[in-house]
């Protein structure tokens, strides 16, 4: 079966202590990239890669890395998260063209 | 630069009434259209895509979408709402530039309540 996975689906952390969120799909797509999602302002990119070893910035990367290794995986840095990183948080593949994107079931974040 | 814009965060129905969720794009060539759906505690799952194949699409749920071109819109419809159709809808267009081809651009979404 097709799919994204992300792990893990719920994380509740400690200001400043670095976490990884994993990313993982089976589709051998070129294209992935990671979502944030807060009430009332849709879903804004963090980071996003074309292919292994590219990656680029997308509209809020601030407190955010990411790596791209392997094809298949594609994970999401937080080196010392903060409370306003609190958030719902989505991986997301894609294939070459103008294709659907197939998205993970979410990361639900809280930083206290 | 494409993009693309929701009017109206929330919309409320009753059961059995006609759906109309409404996006319009921004775009100086053919787009690539996107509705996306997402239940509670769930992620986004497509309901339908306009590749320019035809101008109304149909996607799963008994949804279908109409692109527009000289009303640069893309609105979504379903003829009778179910209560299983609540939930969060999200219109995406491709980006078409050169650096970023991949990504896909969102909404801000809108939020559809169905009444008994």
């Known amino acids: 079966e097709a799919q994204v996975t992300q792990n893990p689906r719920y994380l509740i952390t400690v200001t400043g202590k670095k976490l990884t969120v994993t990313c993982s799909q089976n589709?051998?797509?070129?294209?992935m990239s990671w979502y944030r999602q807060d009430p009332g302002l849709g879903l804004r990119q963090i980071y996003y890669?074309?292919?292994?070893?590219?990656?680029d910035k997308g509209d809020v990367p601030e407190g955010y890395k990411v790596s791209r290794k392997e094809k298949r995986n594609f994970p999401l840095i937080l080196e010392s998260p903060s409370p306003n990183q609190t958030s719902l948080y989505f991986c997301?593949?894609?294939?070459?063209?103008?294709?659907?994107?197939?998205f993970g079931q979410g990361t639900r974040l809280t930083v206290v | 630069a494409q993009s693309v814009t929701q009017l109206g965060s929330h919309v409320s129905v009753s059961e059995g009434a006609l759906v109309l969720l409404r996006c319009n794009y921004s775009?100086?060539?053919?787009?690539?259209l996107f509705w996306y759906v997402q239940y509670p505690n769930q992620g986004l799952q497509l309901l339908l895509k306009?590749?320019?194949?035809?101008?109304l699409v149909k996607g799963i749920n008994g949804f279908e979408a109409e692109f527009k071109k000289s009303e640069t819109s893309f609105h979504l419809t379903k003829p009778s709402a179910h209560m299983s159709d609540a939930a969060e809808y999200f219109c995406?267009?491709?980006?078409?530039?050169?650096?970023?081809?991949?990504?896909?651009?969102f909404g801000k979404g809108t939020k559809l309540s169905v009444k008994p």
């Open positions: 997301a593949s894609r294939g070459q063209g103008h294709t659907e994107a197939f």
């Open positions: 775009s100086s060539v053919p787009p690539y």
């Open positions: 306009y590749t320019s194949a035809a101008t």
């Open positions: 589709m051998n797509h070129e294209y």
């Open positions: 890669s074309m292919n292994v070893e590219v990656t």
């Open positions: 995406a267009v491709s980006d078409l530039d050169g650096g970023s081809q991949g990504n896909l651009i």
